[in-house]
């Protein structure tokens, strides 16, 4: 069974940093980009990016470049989202997902495992 | 404020039919293929459609999606009250060459 597990609810201060990660199991992980999707409590999903386990390649949306880094270990099939400098406008649930997408004329796109999501609490 | 476009709520009463749009343009809807997914609060998101109207193993046929021009829909039949929660589209985006995602619509069984 794909199961994508993240670590757990962070509550941390302006200022301080913090990574949080995304474990997958029950496929070949290093073999699928992992995407990140945060949701600012009361708003929708937006699309952070993309990490590829098996060579640390990234994509970010630019909304997010320069913000947070995503790193992975394929050793330990494990995804990560750091800051290293939060700001309570990163208070959101951060989801992690695994990221299908076939390009060409028409693309293809659709995550079909998700995590449980990540409560990341910034507040002074 | 999203690229893509969805009520903000829908509701319905158990065995009812209920559809939910999804607007977009011509560089996301478009050209490219929809996906829909169900979140309810504490459990991991679930895609129920890709490829516009493809379910996944496991969804039940009560789900079916649909695509035309710029727009897609989500038609659910048969509610039942496990169907609540929050339902998303989302599309590839040649102008932002990654995902958007709708605004969600906030489904309620009556």
């Known amino acids: 069974e794909v199961q994508l597990v993240q670590s757990g609810a962070e509550v941390k201060k302006p200022g301080e940093s913090l990574k949080i990660s995304c474990q997958g199991s029950?496929?070949?992980?290093?073999?699928?980009?992992i995407a990140w999707v945060r949701q600012v409590p009361g708003k929708g999903l937006e699309w952070m990016g993309i990490?590829?386990?098996?060579?640390?390649?990234?994509i970010y949306n630019p909304s997010f470049e320069g913000q947070v880094t995503f790193s992975a270990d394929k050793s330990f099939s494990t995804a990560y989202l750091q800051w290293d400098r939060l700001e309570a406008s990163d208070t959101a649930m951060y989801y992690c997902?695994?990221?299908?997408?076939?390009?060409?004329?028409?693309?293809?796109?659709?995550?079909?495992?998700w995590g449980q999501g990540a409560l990341v609490t910034v507040s002074s | 404020q999203s690229v893509l476009t969805q009520p903000p709520s829908a509701s319905g009463t158990p065995g009812q039919r209920v559809a939910i749009s999804c607007s977009g343009g011509t560089s996301n809807i478009g050209s490219n293929s929809v996906s829909w997914y169900h979140l309810v609060p504490g459990t991991a998101p679930k895609l129920l459609i890709y490829s516009n109207n493809q379910r996944p193993s496991g969804v039940p046929d009560r789900f079916s999606g649909s695509k035309s021009g710029t727009s897609a829909s989500l038609a659910i039949s048969g509610l039942q009250s496990e169907d609540e929660g929050d339902y998303y589209c989302s599309v590839w985006d040649d102008s932002l060459n990654g995902p958007e995602f709708g605004g969600g619509t906030r489904l309620t069984v009556l």
């Open positions: 990490v590829h386990p098996d060579d640390s390649q990234t």
């Open positions: 997902a695994r990221h299908r997408a076939w390009m060409g004329e028409s693309t293809t796109f659709f995550y079909d495992y």
């Open positions: 029950g496929y070949t992980f290093s073999n699928y980009w």
